[in-house]
């Protein structure tokens, strides 16, 4: 992937005519797509074998970066991107998020000047490009983007203006086939905990509109502009960097200050109920002691590192991104470790208390509540890693 600018400035500043350039190219490379409506017509083996593809090129390459604000992960995430875009073009495979990377990499490639993002629909299914967005608008009001963006969709084979989102724009879904083998796969997934694989069962796929009631649109990695911007390596942006990974940390205490706060409710449920001695207050409390540890840490290199400009002092520009680098993966894979539990933690968590939820093999409220606890906690942390840089 190369970022050349061989077009003119005329073309550049025409998002809609861009618009329909990449989703032409994206669709003249992939053949087959498992989420495709016209796949459900195809053979269940045929709809098998596309599956285990686009998953087995997918595994190589899940998310443009979790640190995107330094430009020497920018250069590592665009090595990843182009070999997952060369895999895409190799087996001509791939559902929406495939379809949109080959036209973001098109619209970077040969539009450099013109912003595009990658976006997807949180609360739903689908991912899509957003070109010509208004640098100051809200990511997540199309309406608010101005009249020069459009929503280019390569998988559904469309290109809209964005204020006319409301009418135009679908979420992908789908659902077992049979309504009997539905039902049976809907209780294995909630008396059993099994999750539903897809490829496991012939299903249905169908689009539905996009409901403002449980659909958010959000971009899920930095644009055109912010790379090129990135990759300049201008050591005048240095304030800038700091300022914009300062705030990430700042978002990361405030979410796990959430997260103990929740943490804090269920203890005191639990030790009201059954006491201190109970092993699953004490499973909950150690996660709590963890929580709080972490805000603890977080705040002390705040201090260290930006409250007392110790990172100002740092001559090289590359040093700079490189300590940036550390602090943040340090911190955000400490916060990812509070989503996880020992084998013996968990064994003692989703024991059941009574007779009556062993017999019917339901879920006990512990684990129930620890687990809306923790998406609560990873959606917050995925705000946290799409925070833009102002």
């Known amino acids: 992937m190369t970022t050349r600018n061989h077009h003119s400035s005329h073309c550049d500043s025409n998002s809609k005519a861009i618009a329909y350039l990449a989703v032409k190219e994206s669709r003249k490379r992939i053949f087959r797509s ?14 098998v074998s596309i599956y285990q593809v686009i998953k087995s090129i997918r595994e190589q390459y899940y998310t443009f970066s979790l640190l995107r604000v330094e430009a020497n992960r920018v250069r590592e995430d665009i090595r990843r991107l182009k070999k997952f875009i060369s895999d895409i073009k190799k087996y001509a495979s791939g559902n929406c998020s495939e379809h949109a990377h080959l036209a973001f990499e098109f619209i970077l490639d040969n539009y450099p000047s013109v912003n595009a993002e990658i976006y997807k629909i949180h609360g739903g299914d689908h991912v899509f490009v957003v070109v010509g967005r208004a640098v100051d608008s809200n990511p997540s009001d199309p309406m608010t983007w101005g009249e020069n963006a459009y929503f280019c969709d390569p998988w559904s084979d469309k290109v809209f203006k964005a204020s006319n989102y409301q009418m135009e724009l679908r979420n992908f879904r789908w659902r077992i086939e049979s309504k009997l083998t539905r039902f049976i796969a809907y209780l294995k997934k909630k008396l059993l905990r099994q999750k539903i694989d897809p490829s496991v069962y012939r299903i249905e796929r169908f689009t539905e509109p996009f409901n403002h009631d449980k659909h958010i649109l959000k971009p899920v990695i930095v644009s ?3 790379i090129q911007e990135l990759l300049e390596e201008n050591p005048e942006s240095s304030e800038k960097t700091i300022a914009y990974v300062h705030e990430r940390l700042l978002h ?3 979410i796990i200050t959430h997260l103990a706060e929740e943490l804090q409710r269920l203890c005191n449920t639990i030790l009201k109920k059954y006491g201190d001695n109970d092993e699953k207050y004490q499973a909950v409390k150690r996660k709590l002691l963890l929580a709080q540890q972490c805000i603890k840490e977080i705040k002390s290199s705040e201090d260290t590192s930006f409250k ?8 090289c520009y590359q040093d700079l991104l490189s300590k940036l680098t550390d602090l943040l993966r340090k911190h955000i894979e400490g916060a990812c470790l509070l989503l996880t539990y020992e084998d013996d933690e968990l064994k003692i968590l989703q024991r059941p208390r009574t007779y009556f939820h062993r017999f019917f093999r339901l879920n ?4 129930k509540e620890l687990t809306k606890i923790s998406n609560r906690f990873i959606n917050g942390l995925e705000e946290s890693l799409l925070l833009s840089p102002r």
């Open 34 to 47: 498992y989420s495709a409506i016209e796949t459900n017509d195809a053979e269940f083996k045929k709809q």
């Open 224 to 226: 055109t502009h912010q």
């Open 252 to 254: 990361l205490i405030k």
């Open 308 to 315: 007392n400009n110790q990172l100002y002092s740092t001559v």
């Open 364 to 367: 006990p409220d512990t684990p």
